[in-house]
């Protein structure tokens, strides 16, 4: 049984209109690693939209993204000007996560949608991690090759007890890594999953859901076939979409 899985979109300008979009790879991993059906959210804001979603949807991948929260939403300090902000995305996601989280429904964040599960929950960011002492570089080469780009950059340690020790047996592993932001305050009630080397933590499940609710600041639907880490945790997600809708149709 295929689950429906909600992707939120950015809101991009092409030419003079503003379109909703979602990168392929997200969609592909939502098809091809979680089992499930994709299906795109448009980024309205419209929280009666909202509430129709959650009873649509089966889980939610929250993707990626060029653009950063807005700072203001986490009592962070003005961007520096030129920052890609998408006032869309955050009106349709922040709202979205917490109706997500009450209702049971299972969540997956990656990276900007990891950013954002801490937001919600009272956590705070970096805006630049790599101009933070003791704290590395995490932003990606500047190469136009994407497989160097989304190549393995440093490692991450699995903490004790958590999933990702137990699905993958075993203490770490290499992950990409292609932001600038990044955890400076963990939110209340997430546990962390993995901490980079200078200690940045990079995975978290929200210990308080009643369903699967995870997030990593790495991009695991990159090429994922190729990489255990990214099928363990899609197919962790694709299981608990799987069960909620088996639930639903009893």
């Not at 992707?7 to 003079?16: A, E, N, R, S």
């Not at 653009?67 to 939403?73: A, C, F, T």
């Not at 600041?217 to 990489?227: A, F, G």
Request: hydrophobic fraction near 40%.
């Amino acid at each position: 049984m295929q689950a429906i899985i909600g992707i939120p979109c950015d809101v991009k300008t092409i030419g003079l209109f503003p379109f909703h979009a979602v990168g392929e790879k997200y969609i592909t991993a939502a098809v091809g690693a979680a089992g499930g059906v994709a299906v795109l959210i448009p980024s309205l804001g419209d929280a009666a939209q909202l509430d129709t979603i959650i009873n649509l949807v089966d889980g939610i991948l929250l993707p990626g993204s060029p653009s950063n929260i807005e700072p203001h939403h986490y009592q962070g300090v003005p961007s520096r000007p030129g920052t890609l902000h998408d006032k869309a995305r955050d009106a349709t996601t922040l709202p979205l996560v917490r109706r997500v989280i009450d209702a049971g429904i299972p969540l997956l964040g990656i990276c900007r949608g990891f950013q954002e599960i801490n937001v919600v929950l009272g956590g705070e960011l970096h805006q630049h991690v790599q101009e933070q002492p003791g704290l590395n570089d995490h932003r990606e080469p500047q190469t136009e090759d994407l497989d160097l780009m989304y190549g393995p950059a440093h490692s991450v340690q699995f903490t004790a007890g958590s999933w990702l020790q137990h699905w993958l047996g075993r203490d770490g592993a290499r992950v990409n890594s292609i932001h600038q932001q990044g955890i400076k305050r963990l939110a209340d009630g997430l546990i962390a999953e993995a901490v980079a080397e200078d200690g940045l933590i990079e995975a978290y499940r929200v210990g308080s859901a009643s369903n699967f609710a995870y997030a990593v600041q790495w991009h695991p639907e990159w090429k994922y076939w190729e990489n255990d880490v990214s099928q363990a945790i899609f197919e962790a997600f694709g299981a608990a979409c799987r069960e909620r809708r088996m639930r639903r149709n009893q």
